[in-house]
């Protein structure tokens, strides 16, 4: 059973920058993939950006790339995702999720069966 705890998110103005952390514990999270997922109210939830523990192999969606970066840290058993260049767009509640490591398509919610409560992002214009 593997427990994940978001920190880190806020209000910032458009151009702004954050740095989302989730703390894993209670597993082997070497053997996990670690992907964060947004929800906008009134949309479904959304990929973001997904990074193996095992490699640091990372995954983004289109309208992060270049802005976002997503990174773990194994002694803290944490992974973060830097968030540069904001746009309004990007407000949402991020979630952090985990997987074992070969499950797929890493993109979907569906694949995902451990998550994070969640943390709110704002950015103004």
């Known amino acids: 059973q593997v427990h994940l705890v978001e920190s880190g998110g806020g209000l910032v103005q458009a151009g702004g920058s954050l740095r989302l952390s989730c703390a894993a514990s209670g597993g082997a999270v070497s053997s996990y993939s670690m992907a964060w997922f947004r929800q906008a109210p009134g949309k479904e939830r959304e990929f973001v950006s997904v990074?193996?523990?095992?490699?640091?192999?990372?995954l983004y969606t289109d309208s992060v790339k270049g802005r976002f970066t997503c990174s773990r840290d194994n002694a803290k058993n944490t992974v973060y995702l830097q968030m540069n260049s904001l746009k309004p767009e990007d407000t949402a509640v991020y979630y952090c999720a985990a997987v074992l490591y070969g499950a797929a398509p890493v993109n979907s919610s569906w694949t995902y069966n451990y998550w994070g409560q969640g943390t709110q992002v704002t950015v103004s214009s």
């Open positions: 990074i193996i523990w095992s490699t640091g192999y990372t």
